[in-house]
């Protein structure tokens, strides 16, 4: 079963953090990419943060870097999203996704996707998504 159920939203006062969970089916985490998504009413959906599970390589977009810090427990396949000094304008519905791609692409080129964010599109797997809303 292709899945991922998100948890960990909230209000939360600027300033604040939050933990924000994606459990994902072995399927999906075995895609060895995993993003987090942000979009807030009238913006475009915005890659927040990726993780390589296979080596945890990491990438952030500019607007999180040294805020957000994106983690996984494989044992749970779980990827997780610490957010720290939270501002009004990280406010947004946030769901992870699975970057799917042929069984036939090298692990390689995979990772090299994922590294610079992922290679995200319509054949990707979705959440449902968890709301985060950071007052002034």
């Known amino acids: 079963q292709e899945k991922l159920v998100e948890s960990g939203g909230g209000s939360v006062a600027a300033g604040g953090s939050r933990r924000l969970s994606c459990t994902a089916s072995a399927s999906m985490y075995d895609k060895n990419c995993l993003g987090w998504f942000r979009q807030a009413p009238g913006k475009e959906r915005e890659v927040v943060a990726s993780?390589?599970?296979?080596?945890?390589?990491?990438w952030y977009n500019d607007s999180v870097k040294g805020r957000f810090i994106i983690s996984r427990d494989s044992s749970k396949h779980t990827i997780y999203l610490s957010m720290n000094d939270l501002q009004p304008e990280d406010s947004a519905m946030y769901t992870c996704?699975?970057?799917?791609?042929?069984?036939?692409?090298?692990?390689?080129?995979?990772?090299?996707?994922?590294?610079?964010?992922?290679?995200?599109?319509?054949?990707?797997?979705w959440g449902q998504g968890t709301q985060v809303s950071v007052s002034e």
């Open positions: 993780i390589y599970t296979v080596d945890d390589t990491q």
């Open positions: 996704a699975a970057d799917v791609h042929p069984t036939t692409m090298p692990s390689s080129v995979v990772r090299t996707y994922c590294v610079f964010g992922g290679s995200w599109d319509s054949g990707d797997v």
